[in-house]
């Protein structure tokens, strides 16, 4: 079965080893000790734990067949005359949008103003790191 460590685990939730440990201490996050001591959550605990704490879908989501929906900052734009590149910042993630310079403009985007990536693909490529 797979584990992580605190801080691997923190990383993964995007949250600070701290908070990761005010959870496990306060109940809210099962952990055990490893045979060095050291606190570990079982890949299926986490997997859990990371679910029931997802955010409620964005209003707009039930209109939408999309449900991948990041949220974020936006952090960059790089306009032309026809085009645009938004780059959003979503946690630990970049997300880099191409679209229409209209598109920027009647959404009013400018760096720094808040800004949900709504991701619907048919083919999403999943790789497992070596470990």
Not at 47 to 54: L, S
Not at 76 to 87: E, H, L, T, Y
Not at 105 to 119: F, I, K, M, N, Q
């Amino acid at each position: 079965m797979t584990t992580f460590r605190i801080g691997e685990a923190a990383e993964l939730l995007g949250v600070s080893a701290d908070t990761l440990r005010r959870w496990i201490d306060a109940g809210k996050l099962a952990a055990a000790r490893d045979e060095h001591g050291r606190r570990a959550i079982t890949g299926a605990d986490l997997a859990a734990f990371a679910r029931e704490r997802a955010a409620a879908p964005d209003a707009g989501a039930g209109s939408s067949s999309a449900r991948n929906r990041l949220r974020g900052i936006v952090t960059g734009i790089v306009k032309d005359q026809v085009m645009a590149q938004v780059d959003l910042q979503v946690g630990p993630f970049r997300v880099v949008s191409l679209m229409s310079r209209e598109a920027v403009d009647e959404l009013g985007l400018e760096v720094g103003s808040l800004a949900t990536a709504v991701v619907k693909s048919t083919n999403v490529v999943v790789e497992r790191p070596e470990r």
